[in-house]
């Protein structure tokens, strides 16, 4: 199992008041596998999906990513696992405004210490692996939402990771381009990586190997497991 | 190192006005430093300047004031008296006023010192007291209705320039111009006229009378000592001590000198002022520019930047600012105690002021600038970096 959770319990605190947005989650997801999360909104799939990206820690729980407890982790050692095994697709895109597509695509393996030249080198196939090679030192404000989101992809693939999280990737982009960005991660998938899908389109959602709903915090229904 | 610079770079760069604004900030902090401080030192070098020009060998025999008018009066007598004390080698007398000028159709008024030339050139003797002759000749024994003038009577009192050769009716009375002072860069010496000092007692009537005796004292003697020597003749001849100062050159420049410190005490805290709101001006930009820059923290967290890289990436931008910043700023107070020098060369007189720069002071300033820079950028970014990426991005 590359992802597994054990009794996961996110409970965020404002002020005074604790509001459970995780209660007692089990779900492994296998190497390889595509998985898609849905449930209504304040379910806890942004939540869980953090937890998964090493992005936060569970209140109680454990959360495996490739065997190692991100709870047990500290800072660098959460930020040297984000970097080296998971790629993250936000819904917001998330890219950096000042830098161009390629810089964006670069950062991450500038973080992993890779030389100017190897990287640029890299991003460069990266963006030509989704599509970009025309768009290479635009800002992402002189992209549409659709290239927009490609670039994050490529981003995600800068340091090669495991796993491919996208929380809601296609939740600011019409049909047709979010049609292009579902396409292109089943492609990641196919070529060997683990993907998670947090979406809220029936039709996207269907059209993973493995369903997982969520409903108040909790797992309500895992579909297309095969059990044996 | 070079990825974090071409990184800051490009984010201040996108963000123009507000680099700027930071820039502008340090660069005004570290000019009124540069300047202001460059000003106090230079003060301090002229003073010491003035004070090994002076020498130390001379006593000046004041009366005291009271109501504007003198309470007692020192007469020739009173010198000769002065020049028999042990000690004292020469004695010089001197009776100055303000008298009406008149040249062509112009009347002014002017300071005139009666003097006994030969007796003020022992006194004043081998050229420490700045004077050179600029042309003509020097006052002689026996001259009557002569003058040699100061560089400012003959080039800036009348409209016209006096030049040797020329007439100056003092109080009514007709004297030649014999000799013109080179410009001496002291306002009181370059705008007075000098000249004999019977002829100029008889014009006001002044009889014997002088207003002030210096005394050269002999090569060797104890400055102090003979001081208190002139003060106790004098008080036994006057029966008062109360009526006259009698003060060493020391005791002047020193009097001077405080005033100079309370000048440099000024300008010292218009630097720390400035300091202290340049600095400012860069932690609040730093503060600004994190917290603005919190999505972005969360955004370099999430892709695998680690608390350590982010926060170099920071002080990256805050290095920059405050050294680009801090040399702008040196540059420009630079140019400032130029201009200083300049003003005051003009309207001061040559060597009065001279502002230095000094490599310690460019150094001091340049690293006071990083350095507030990055401490100003610590704090901000600090803060940030406890934010863990979840909440960063929701930012
Ligand atoms: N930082 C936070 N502080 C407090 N409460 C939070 C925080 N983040 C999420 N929550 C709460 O936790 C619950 C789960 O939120 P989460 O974002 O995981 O839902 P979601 O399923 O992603 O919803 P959506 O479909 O709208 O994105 C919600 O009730 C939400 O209000
Ligand atoms: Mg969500």
Known sequence: MVIKLENVVKIYRLGKVEVPALRGINLEIPRGEYASLMGPSGSGKSTLMNLIGALDRPTSGRVYIDGTDIARLNDDQLALLRRKKIGFVFQQFNLINKLTALENVALPMWFSGISRSRRMRRAKELLELVGLEERLHHKPSELSGGERQRVAIARALANDPEIILADEPTGNLDTASGMVVIELLEELNKLGKTLVVVTHDVEFGKRARMRVKLRDGMIQEIEGVNHA | ?395
Do not use: C
């Open chain 2, 1 to 395: 190192m070079l990825d974090y610079l071409s990184f800051s770079f490009k984010n201040l760069s996108h963000h123009k006005v507000r680099s700027f604004l930071t820039l502008l900030g340090v660069i005004i902090g570290i000019m009124a430093v540069v300047s202001m401080i460059s000003i106090g030192s230079g003060m301090k070098a002229s003073l010491k300047e003035q004070l090994e020009q002076l020498g130390s060998d001379k006593i000046f025999i004041i009366p005291r004031l009271a109501y504007g008018t003198a309470a007692t009066t020192l007469t020739d007598e009173d010198a000769d008296a002065i020049e028999r004390v042990a000690g004292v080698a020469f004695v010089s007398p001197l009776y100055s006023v303000a008298g009406d000028v008149g040249f062509r159709n112009e009347r002014k008024i002017v300071k005139i010192y009666g003097i006994d030339p030969e007796k003020a050139e022992a006194t004043f003797g081998g050229g420490a007291s700045g004077y050179r002759l600029l042309k003509g000749r020097w006052l002689q024994r026996g001259d009557r209705y002569k003058v040699v003038i100061g560089y400012g009577v003959a080039s800036d009192v009348f409209s016209r320039d006096v030049n040797v050769g020329n007439t100056l009716k003092i109080h009514g009375v007709n004297f030649d111009v014999v000799g013109v002072f080179k410009k001496t860069g002291d306002r009181e010496k370059d705008y007075t006229i000098y000249t004999n000092l019977d002829t100029i007692r008889e014009i006001f009537g002044a009889g014997d009378k002088v207003t002030m005796i210096i005394a050269r004292i002999d090569k060797g003697a104890d400055i102090d000592l003979v001081r208190l020597r002139i003060e106790r003749m004098l008080e036994k001849r006057k029966g008062s001590k109360e009526n006259f100062f009698v003060m060493t050159q020391k005791e002047i420049i020193e009097r001077v000198g405080e005033a100079y410190r309370v000048v440099q005490v000024v300008f010292g805290g218009l630097a720390a002022v400035s300091l202290i709101v340049g600095a400012i001006g860069i932690a609040n930009t730093m503060i600004m520019n994190v917290t603005e820059r919190t999505r972005e923290i969360g955004i370099l967290k999430a892709t695998g930047a680690s608390n350590a890289q982010v926060m170099k990436i920071f002080l990256t931008d805050a290095a920059i600012l405050g050294l680009v910043g801090g040399g702008i700023g040196v540059a420009l107070g630079y140019l400032i105690s130029l201009v200083i020098n300049a003003v005051a060369a003009r309207y001061l007189g040559e060597g009065v002021l001279t502002t230095t720069v000094t490599p310690e002071l460019v150094l001091f300033a340049l690293t006071f600038s990083l350095v507030i820079g990055v401490v100003a950028g610590l704090y901000p970014a600090y803060r940030a970096l406890r934010l863990n990426p979840v909440e960063a991005l929701r930012a």
